[in-house]
């Protein structure tokens, strides 16, 4: 819906990416323990699996509301991927028959893998220039969140605090990493000599909005996180709260960037020739 | 038709990236429980190691 004028339209857009980035992340992260059988994660499962449901709410209220995306294939895999959730989530609480239930839940977890991919592609979450970044930040920001809510959800388990822990040095890794490969992605599309990946680039760095890269993206969403992360070897679950916090204002940043620079290029008339 | 090949192609490819990522996400975290695990059964041992010792020597 584009009647609120261009800007916001963009504001829509990106909240649309940033929820559905949250929520496939976030189902991402709870094949860890339903598809992998990754052990300490397992108290964390059902959390991850409700944020995900919960975040998937406002992202397809934002789809109606922005209509971002007008092909019907998407709303069928909008579709398919709540009724997975929904399936997952309801076997994952119930806990009952437990062998068969979990069996289901990891049969579902791959098959959401799959659904998801297509999802995000038809929701422009993943864009030809940084495709590898992309999928990082999804799993870190649903990571980001599931941290950020942890001390709602957690009274006085140990247990929980040690895995909420892991799982704040798992979300700094991945930070660390989708900084390496944006640098990466950077130094490529800059090598590639490819007119419109340059301007695009270009446009991001020392363009009008570069204060979003640098001072959204990077101070506050990846600098302040990793020194709040990676300050000692415990670090307290507040302070782990607030660099996901962080985390996310970044992860907005960059989907931020994304939208505008697409936005601008189109408007120059689609070439992107700076 | 080109673009139906396209988002084949990138979920076919992207579908592989994700479980790769997951999984070495997954070996990774399993290594450090395994460590942490061996890290704690090396202090135990340790422990009971000096409380023999102690016994002995009383």
């Known amino acids: ?274 | 038709m080109g673009a139906v090949a396209v988002l084949i192609f990138s979920t076919v490819a992207g579908s592989i990236f994700a479980f790769a990522l997951l999984w070495a996400i997954s070996q990774a975290l399993k290594l450090t429980e395994e460590a942490e695990e061996a890290r704690e059964l090396k202090i135990r041992l340790a422990e009971v190691k000096a409380k023999e010792e102690l016994r002995k020597a009383a």
């Open chain 1, 1 to 274: 819906m584009a009647t609120g004028g261009p800007i916001a339209w963009k504001l829509l857009s990106v909240a649309h990416l940033f929820f559905l980035g949250i929520s496939v992340g976030a189902f991402f992260l709870s094949t860890l323990p339903y598809v992998f059988h990754v052990k300490q994660y397992n108290p964390l499962g059902k959390l991850m699996l409700c944020t995900s449901l919960m975040t998937l709410l406002p992202a397809l209220l934002l789809l109606v509301l922005s209509l971002s995306s007008m092909m019907t294939w998407v709303i069928w895999l909008y579709g398919a991927y709540t009724l997975i959730l929904v399936g997952q989530v309801r076997l994952a609480i119930r806990e009952r028959g437990v062998g068969r239930d979990r069996q289901v839940v990891r049969m579902l977890g791959i098959i959401g893998v799959v659904v998801t991919l297509p999802l995000l592609t038809g929701s422009g979450m993943i864009p030809g220039l940084f495709p590898m970044t992309f999928l990082v930040s999804t799993l870190l920001s649903g990571g980001a969140l599931v941290v950020c809510l942890s001390p709602l959800v957690i009274k006085d388990g140990w247990a929980l605090r040690e895995t909420v822990s892991e799982l704040a040095g798992l979300v700094g890794a991945l930070l660390t990493f989708e900084l390496l490969a944006l640098l990466a992605e950077v130094l490529v599309a800059l090598g590639s000599g490819i007119p419109s990946h340059i301007a695009t680039i270009r446009m991001i760095l020392v363009g009008p909005s570069a204060w979003i890269f640098w001072g959204l993206q990077i101070v506050a969403g990846a600098l302040v996180p990793l020194l709040l992360l990676f300050r000692g070897p415990r670090v307290s679950l507040k302070a782990s709260a607030i660099a996901c916090f962080f985390i996310l204002v970044g992860v907005f940043a960059f989907l931020l960037n994304g939208v505008n620079t697409q936005s601008s290029l189109m408007g120059r008339g689609t070439s992107g020739v700076a």
